[in-house]
């Protein structure tokens, strides 16, 4: 329980604190009102007097800036009638909760010395202008804290700006790093080619191969999303042979496709993900069980299928898959619900893969 009030307590400090330039305008306007207009008459009511009328003043002013004003400019369009409409409603709803508010305060109180109310012209003019004091002043707070919110949003688009113009600045100075330390990566892997390609021409392919795949790697983070297929394929098949030089070409992989599919433009990297993933997780030295991967267009769908024996268990092969996340991630923010990709363990512990990409959306904003 004394959590609860604690909690009651602070929230009304909260709202007190947020609040407090509300408080003092109104502690001002109320002393000018009262005590300096009093002073100067030289008359005072009774405070529930004062209590009983300022309660229903401060009521149309907050529903008149926070409601009326808020509903009846919402659209330009329509606010030239229904601001008026709104307005007149106000006074009137004013007028009657007035009168209203006069009759029980004198039935079941003693604040008020007025014994009734008549509903006589006086009545009517007093009220409306009253109402009308307080509307102005509504009006001219819609308008103060408005400014005061655009302002804020201007400020903060500026500084987001500014952080921005910071961010795009330092990106630039990392790729321009980026683009030194490839730079002389591949100088230098050019070097070891011209000193190995005479004494070990098997050493100096495995460096063209990779030197051929990194330089892909690197320029695909430079340029569009979507690339031709067909250098996909290509920079497929040389890391298939980098792995068979290395392997002394005895890993069983077979690799189909139509030439067809070359035209097609698909996201970069997926296709390399997915025959780098038959590397390092398939056991593809058993020759009665090769490695495929095929690809193939059936009207207006491509389709990428991969299947490989795995070399690990499967619980162990299920923690490993962050390249498969990776790709289900670009296909979901490239392609949406235009591209579908399933992979499982079939009964002979092979690992499948089976991708398809609708053929309108592959070359979309890429023709």
């Known amino acids: ?165 910071i961010q795009l600045s330092k990106s630039e100075n990392a790729f321009l790093r980026a683009q030194i330390q490839p730079h002389l990566l591949f100088n230098t892997l050019d070097f070891i080619y011209l000193n190995t390609k005479d004494s070990s021409p098997v050493a100096a392919e495995t460096i063209v191969a990779l030197s051929d795949i990194m330089r892909y790697a690197a320029d695909s983070t430079h340029r569009d999303e979507f690339v031709l297929l067909g250098d996909e394929i290509e920079q497929a098949e040389t890391l298939i042979n980098l792995h068979q030089l290395r392997n002394g070409h005895n890993l069983q992989i077979r690799f189909w496709y139509d030439d067809e599919v070359k035209s097609e433009k698909i996201i970069s990297m997926v296709l390399l993900t997915l025959v780098e993933n038959i590397f390092k997780h398939g056991d593809l030295f058993r020759l009665e069980q090769p490695a495929e991967i095929s690809i193939n267009k059936n009207g207006d769908v491509l389709s990428i299928k991969t299947k490989n024996l795995i070399k690990q268990k499967p619980k162990e092969l299920n923690r490993s898959g962050i390249g498969m996340d990776n790709i289900r991630k670009r296909l979901n923010y490239s392609y949406g619900l235009q591209a579908n990709i399933n992979s499982y363990i079939d009964d002979n512990e092979h690992f499948n893969v089976d991708m398809t990409i609708k053929k309108q959306e592959i070359n979309k904003d890429n023709s």
Do not use: D
Request: aromatic share 22%; hydrophobic share 50%; glycine share 4%.
């Open 1 to 165: 329980m004394p959590q609860n009030s604690n909690a009651k307590n602070l929230f009304l400090w909260n709202w007190f604190v947020s609040n407090k330039y509300h408080f003092i305008f109104w502690a001002v306007f109320l002393f000018y009102e009262i005590v300096a207009v009093g002073l100067y008459s030289g008359q005072f009511s009774e405070p529930g007097r004062y209590i009983f009328h300022y309660l229903i003043n401060i009521g149309i002013f907050y529903s008149h800036a926070l409601l009326v004003l808020k509903y009846g400019l919402e659209n330009p369009k329509s606010a030239i009638w229904k601001l008026p409409l709104y307005l007149v409603l106000e006074i009137a709803l004013f007028l009657l909760i007035m009168y209203c508010a006069y009759h029980f305060v004198n039935r079941y109180t003693h604040i008020i010395t007025v014994n009734n109310i008549e509903i006589n012209r006086n009545f009517f003019l007093g009220g409306f202008i009253r109402a009308l004091y307080f509307v102005v002043f509504g009006t001219a707070y819609y308008f103060l804290a408005t400014y005061i919110k655009e302002r804020k949003k201007t400020e903060n688009l500026e500084q987001q700006k500014l952080h921005n113009i």
